[in-house]
């Protein structure tokens, strides 16, 4: 069955940096677009970042572009999120997902066709 096993968060200071990884098994990754959401306590869903399973272009959130880099390893079928400069607002539950093939770039903070997500990983970011 379709699985997505995520790690790599935990406690930083601001400025730091943290690699998410997301592990996928019973299916394989070539043929889905990778993503990233994230929510904090009390606020929406947000959606972080996106790429189509050709991975020629990226999508990122204003919030995160520019310190967010989303890749993968399709030989591990695993894919990242390496994020930078960390910022106390960048706490929350992050989280991993996949949807058939392409992203829905208009609609970056939508959950519409994803269809497999990880668990969750907490991400603090406190001095």
């Known amino acids: 069955q379709k699985h997505l096993a995520e790690s790599g968060g935990g406690l930083v200071q601001p400025g730091g940096s943290l690699r998410l990884s997301c592990a996928a098994s019973g299916f394989s990754l070539v043929n889905s677009a990778i993503a990233w959401f994230r929510q904090a306590p009390g606020k929406a869903r947000e959606g972080l970042s996106c790429?189509?399973?050709?991975?020629?272009?990226?999508y990122y959130s204003d919030s995160v572009k520019g310190r967010f880099t989303i890749s993968r390893d399709n030989a591990k079928n695993t894919f990242y999120l390496q994020i930078n400069n960390l910022e106390p607002e960048d706490t929350a539950v992050y989280y991993c997902?996949?949807?058939?093939?392409?992203?829905?770039?208009?609609?970056?903070?939508?959950?519409?066709?994803?269809?497999?997500w990880g668990q969750g990983t907490q991400v603090t970011v406190s001095s």
């Open positions: 997902a996949v949807r058939p093939w392409y992203c829905y770039s208009s609609k970056l903070d939508s959950a519409t066709g994803y269809d497999t």
């Open positions: 790429v189509g399973s050709t991975d020629n272009h990226a």
